[in-house]
């Protein structure tokens, strides 16, 4: 230490697993504080869920949801 400086700690090295919207968030808030981010994805795309494809018919061009297919009364008996 020179005189009244404080050295900085190095920045926090962090994985994530997971590029979905979860993790991508995750990374862009730690990143804010200083920390040294690495997202791990298995696909190749980030997004998970939260994901669009063209859909082209009838002489043109749709973006098609590809997210959450599933909503059925055995899995969400709570929410139905």
Same mark, same amino acid.
């Given at each position: 230490?020179?005189?009244n400086?404080?050295?900085?700690?190095?920045?926090?090295r962090?994985?994530? %697993?997971?590029?979905?919207i979860? @993790?991508?968030?995750?990374?862009?808030?730690?990143?804010?504080?200083?920390? #040294?981010v690495d997202? +791990?994805?298995a696909?190749d795309?980030?997004g998970?869920?939260?994901?669009? %494809?063209?859909?082209?018919?009838? @002489?043109?061009?749709?973006?098609?949801d590809?997210?959450?297919?599933?909503? #059925?009364e055995?899995t +969400?008996?709570?929410?139905?």
């Amino acid at each position: 230490m020179i005189g009244n400086q404080q050295q900085q700690p190095p920045p926090q090295r962090i994985a994530i %697993v997971g590029g979905g919207i979860s @993790g991508i968030a995750c990374s862009w808030t730690l990143r804010k504080h200083d920390s #040294d981010v690495d997202i +791990y994805e298995a696909d190749d795309r980030l997004g998970g869920h939260a994901n669009s %494809v063209p859909f082209h018919g009838n @002489g043109r061009t749709v973006a098609v949801d590809t997210g959450f297919v599933v909503l #059925d009364e055995e899995t +969400y008996r709570e929410s139905l």
